[in-house]
């Protein structure tokens, strides 16, 4: 019984994403599973360990390259391309995670906003030879099929996306249950108290950000495989709020939250822009309504309720009966 109440949870809400996708369009729902888990390090980072980050298209943009270099350059199978995304996300990851997590609050949103900015002058001017700058790497045509799931065809990329999606929700919900998601919330709310109990507030943070950000170059390696095209312009600064945006719309800290904020986000990115130029004030306002209404986001506001309204209806009591006729 424990192992289906751990478990259902997740299978609802994936059974209604995959029931969505009967209703709306196939690259629209691509589209929300894709930047679900594009948000989902940002909502781990900004929810469990405390760290806004605006550089999340830097990793993003890691992995779309990883793989696109793969796929441009030196081979076609699309699943190696997405590992060689991941790859490249993790030693990334590794390599300035040491430096940054020292950092806490407004220093780590600044230098990793500076990271982002680097990483595009990178690829649009510093190693244009081999990126092509703006005009980007184009491979499509040269994404080899593949068995079971041919990753070419838009209609099983998204039944891909949907599985690594579920395990990756699984994989952070199994962390929200542990120790160490304990301890990461500990690290955001008491540090002092965390180390007097004998643990690294450094350790974990690291190892917190090595898990997010490679899953942002996981969505950055899917991205690259789905498209068939990377450029620059993928870690734009217009595109630093995005995944934060997100985050706060689903919720800070909620496991559903990335998928909510990215149904959100999407669909009123794709349904006002067709009446309204300046789109993003809208959501601005959005933004606005939700953190006076106390930060919660729409899941975080929804899930207290829908959780009141499920203990009520288990707990109702059956009619009484009496040799099988009813009390009245």
Sequence with gaps: MSVLRWWWGLLLAFAILALGRVFLPLPFANEIVLFSIYAMGCNFLLGRVGFISFGQPAYLAVGAYGTAFYLFY???????????GIVAGIVISLAVGALFVRLRKDY?????????VIVYYLMQKVLAGITYGDNGLWFLTSI?????????RPDQFFIFAFLVAFA??????????SIFGACCLATKINEDKLTFLGYSNFSIRLVAFVIANPTTALAGAMYAVYLG?????????????????????GGVGTLYGPIVGSLVYIGMKDLISKFVGNWELIIG?????????GEKGIWGTIEPLLKKAFSCALRRPLPRTLGGRSDD
């Design 285 to 293: 306002f959005g933004l606005v309504l939700i953190m006076l209404a």
């Design 108 to 116: 780590f949103a600044l230098v990793n906003l500076a990271l982002a």
């Design 74 to 84: 030196f081979g076609s199978n699309p699943y190696v391309g997405i590992l060689c």
């Design 229 to 249: 095209f990377v450029s620059p312009e993928i870690t734009s600064a217009a595109r630093t709020p995005e995944p934060v945006i997100v985050t706060i719309l």
């Design 168 to 177: 990756i929700f699984a994989f952070y919900k199994y962390i929200d249950d």
């Design 144 to 152: 080899a099929s593949t068995p079971v799931l041919d990753l070419s």
